[in-house]
């Protein structure tokens, strides 16, 4: 190892190590941030400072309205799908779609992507099988999977050493997701697709299309169904079936419960002490389908949605402490705004994908212009769970301790002594923190979204 390499690795590991609080981990065996104690990592902890933590904030109708005023609010990029209309002309939005360009330089396995492989992609978009005169289809997402900006599978990154960082992701979509499918590639892999928040290109793998508007509707719109709470849990090992087994399920993914006792479970098993609930499947020809399967009722699973109280929003972030950073949804955890979006899901909100959309829902607060003060008056007045933001990343508001104010966020890098440290870890820690830029997180925020 060469000298300037190995007094970087030794810088490195000696800022990450005062990073952290080494009396916290003497205590714990893990590591926080030096502002953070051992018992500011249980929710309990935040909703013990709360007057009525249990406190009904919205209710189920409530929270359908405010869903209607965000999609027709500016700006959200927020759709309802059973209004989009099912004409297009193909033609045009293929073109359309195949002169993107791209603003960076990217890296494929340590390489930089040539010019020659952009523009395979375009013609892949290009040479698509459409018409002017289209109708689109119905889908639904069998698969928890990424969206994408570019009809791509390979990691795109902006370093040639960057491995887990795909560029070119988008967003997640969770099992069941309701999706309108306007045409393929050329080689037939990809769909370019919109769900309620956003639009790109997904692997077909991943989607199935529904033989009718009504059958799509039915599969969309459960009334009975039960949501993953946790930030995902997987079915049981199954040798029947393989497209079964192990699946995974992220939080906020909600399933058709069946009620029916006494339901003998591929012919050995029955459901007893097991929620019974219907699995999205592609059939071979691409249609859609459904498969029944058991979910063990000690899974983090509630029947219907959760009640929307200060007490529910922090104990579902709480339980996303400690696991990775995933940009747009890649390796099956969050970025920063998915984070929030997949918490308030489960009480029934759709909420907007990214920060700059989110930063639209009607009960924003701008506290871009206000001095310090001011906007402590704002942040003191601001309930745990609310959305505090600055421009491309979001956080969901804990309160105040000693003057500090804390936060949750899926965190990407900090600022420690002038150096950009990667933390790439959903974490806690107070507001005086650095930024990359060395702008602490409290004088950058600009917006206070509270959903109420």
Sequence with gaps: MKKRRLFKAFLSTFIIFNLFSTSAMADTGYNVANSVSPEMCNSS???????????????????????????????????????????????????????????????????????????????????????????LKYGIVVNR?????????????????????????????????????????????FSYIRCDYYNGWVSNNDIAICQSREEWLNAKNLKDFIVVTAPNIRLEKDEVDSSLSEKFLGMGTKLELVKQENLHYNYYRTNWFNYTVKIPVRNSDGSYGTKLALVPVNRDVHVGYLDYTRKNTLDLAFKYLGNRYGWGGSLNSRDCSELV???????????PRDVSTQSKIPTAQSVANMTDYEKSVVLDNTPAGAILQFKGHEMLYLGKVNGKYY??????????????TYINTITIYSLDVLRANGVSFYSAINNVVNIK
Aim: aromatic share 12%.
């Design 145 to 189: 999977t990424v969206l994408k900006y570019q009809p791509d599978s390979a990691n795109w990154s902006w370093r040639k050493d960057q491995w887990d960082w795909n560029e070119n992701s988008a967003t997640s979509m969770e099992v069941n997701t309701p999706v309108v499918v306007y045409f393929q590639t050329a080689d037939k892999k």
């Design 407 to 420: 936060i949750l966020n899926a965190s990407g890098s900090i600022n420690s002594n002038g150096v950009n």
């Design 45 to 135: 902890y935040w909703t013990s400072k709360i007057a009525e933590p249990d406190k009904i904030i919205m209710n189920s109708s409530d929270i359908e309205n405010f869903n209607k005023s965000i999609i027709n609010t500016s700006g959200t990029n927020m759709a309802n799908l059973e209004c989009v209309n099912e004409n297009f002309n193909g033609v045009e939005m293929v073109n359309n779609l195949s002169n993107f360009t791209l603003n960076n330089t990217f890296y494929i396995n340590g390489n930089v992507m040539s010019k020659d492989y952009i523009q395979n992609i375009r013609n892949n978009i290009k040479n698509s099988d459409v018409s002017i005169s289209m109708t």
């Design 341 to 351: 979006m997949s918490v308030y899901s489960c009480f029934g909100f759709k909420l």
